[in-house]
């Protein structure tokens, strides 16, 4: 079992910048993905950014492309998610997630099995 701990939320305003970590702890995978999903209020949790195991690959929904940065320190164990050019409709609980299967560019939040707690960012406008 994996344990996942999000942190880097908060209050920012419009045009700002944040970065999100995610520290991972317990059971390790020779091969997996990591993801950042995100849920605002009366929404579906919707999928942000995703890494695979060796960084080689990364994938972003569309409204976040060029804006957001999804990366991993393998000796930390830590996923992190840099966000400029901070919008309102970013606003959201910013949840990552792992895939101990890895295979292929999940999207869905069926495909991750592991989840953290949640981080709250919030953008003024």
């Known amino acids: 079992q994996v344990q996942l701990v999000e942190s880097g939320g908060g209050l920012v305003q419009a045009g700002g910048s944040l970065r999100l970590s995610c520290a991972a702890s317990?059971?390790?995978?020779?091969?997996?993905?990591t993801g950042w999903f995100r849920q605002a209020p009366g929404k579906e949790r919707e999928f942000v950014a995703g890494?695979?195991?060796?960084?080689?690959?990364?994938w972003y929904t569309d409204s976040v492309k060029g804006r957001f940065t999804i990366s991993r320190d393998m000796v930390k164990r830590t996923l992190y998610l840099q966000m400029n050019s901070l919008r309102p409709e970013d606003t959201a609980v910013y949840y990552c997630?792992?895939?101990?299967?890895?295979?292929?560019?999940?999207?869905?939040?069926?495909?991750?099995?592991?989840w953290g707690q949640g981080t709250q960012v919030t953008v003024s406008s």
């Open positions: 997630a792992l895939d101990s299967y890895g295979t292929g560019e999940g999207r869905s939040v069926q495909g991750y099995e592991s």
């Open positions: 317990g059971r390790t995978f020779t091969t997996y993905a």
């Open positions: 890494i695979n195991w060796s960084s080689s690959n990364r």
